[in-house]
């Protein structure tokens, strides 16, 4: 039969670029998008669509058993800085649509599962720099204690009943083909839409702010690659660290200024600062390297242009 994909999630900033991709790897009939709303015109007319709640276990059973799905890709998730706001709904939505997943490969409904973690795991008591595979994990926000859980979950589920489930440790996402979505590392693409249309961005985080980054390109090739591993590739359960870049507002800056030179930044640092400050500026992602093959391919003076050009 081979691989049938479901997407859930897929309106949003990963979810939105990871079906387009999957849909020009496997074709458009493979690859079942679905999310709480509706996804942009290019996901929703490519291939098939789903309104889906990823709380609601009986309707993703629903959708898993008449599309006969292999792979589930569980993208839905409330970020950062929005599920400060609410955290119960933050922590409900993040565990519960996780659960669902799992328990539906748990009873051999699906074979696969990729879920995704966060830099968010680590809190103001881990290494800052280059922060290793296996380190202390004390996360200060509701998203960093749901991403920590879940991958505490993850696990289980891979000794306790076999379920083939892989995971990556986001740093920041940045593309120019989705707005920002209520994360903290989010500054990192407002910026470029500021600086085409005003000429200036006023920065919640400080100058010397420095965050794990990476270019969305580079996220999703790391997504598809760790599930094409073989299963005996993926010696850890729970989720890889992952890195590319890492810089700060005022770096970036910078790299915006060699092609808008009249382009001008301020620092207001809001509620945002001391989440990023309990987050690490550099990750050790060697494990990843080492284990599945991984490496990224895009600096930052590259992602500027790029992100320039098509934004323009």
Known sequence: MGKRILIIGASGQIGNELTMYLRNMYGNQKVIASDIREASDAVMESGPFEILDAMDYNAIEKIVTRYEITDVYLMAAMLSATAEKFPMKGWDLNMTSLFNVLNLAKENKIKKIFWPSSIAVFGPTTPKTNTAQHTVMEPSTVYGISKQTGERWCEYYHNRYGVDVRSIRYPGLISYKTLPGGGTTDYAVDIYHKALKDKSYSCFLGAKTTLPMMFMDDAIRATTKIMLAAPQEIKIRNAYNLAALSFNPEELAISIQKH???????????????????????????????????????????MTEVMIDNLK
């Open 260 to 302: 808008i030179p009249d382009f001008t930044i301020e620092y207001e640092p809001d509620f945002r600062q001391a989440i990023a400050d309990s987050w690490p500026a550099s990750i050790d992602d060697s494990q990843a390297r080492k284990d599945w093959g991984w490496k990224h391919e895009v600096s930052l003076d590259q």
